[in-house]
């Protein structure tokens, strides 16, 4: 089995598919899926697919590109929806400086605040960094000790990996370590430590070099699964079954 931790199925972009995509991801051995929001809108809506599927798991946040949409009643919307039992972990959340939607401060500000409320309801922080991450470290270390979670889509080395660990987060993989060139990328997933490790897909963007020019869906984890298998000179089966036992504990699903 293994474990899509981010995805954004309830996304337009599967709008005429969803159900099918949801089964594809199942008969390609995909049991479990963490749905992310990245807004109020997303977030209810990652709440409501993850209430019709029973291995479907949802995650609440304000992505940064829509930090400027947070707000004094952002907190209460947020930890609201985190009240019900199949909200697994807020996010995504934290820094993008390569688009750069929102003004650098304000992203800041609504980074630190879902970091801190993440903390005080201790459910871990799915975190988005893009060209940012000093920045993006810089505040998960102003919580450490107090906050857990994951770098999402992670871009980093070797040496970014060790300090994302160093902090208690976990660093989790998506299509781009499939791609030829990504060789730093490669050594980072094998440098990470097997109870840190983590993969995803962040569908619909990003499809693994097999799909690639596709949309991606969960089922397509399957290849990210393969190389950094590879590049960590394991089999898959011993990949699947690791990720998905830390899948598990960091969001704290039950099961085997």
Known sequence: MLV????HVAFEAFEEDRQEVILRAHASGVGILVEVGIDEASSLAALRLARGHGPIFAAV???????ADWGPASREVLAGLASDPKVVALGEMGLDYYRDRAPREVQREAFRAQLELASELDLPAIVHTREAWEDCLEEVERLRGRVRGVFHCFSGDVAV???????GFHCSFAGPVTYPPNHALRAAAAAVPDDR???ETDCPYLAPQARRGRRNEPAFVVHTAEAVARARGGDLEALATSTSRNARALFRIAGD
Do not use: K, M, N, S
């Open 4 to 7: 899509d931790t981010h995805a």
């Open 61 to 67: 946040g304000v992505h940064p590109h829509h930090a």
């Open 161 to 167: 990996a060790a300090r994302c660990v160093e902090l």
């Open 197 to 199: 490790l983590l993969l």
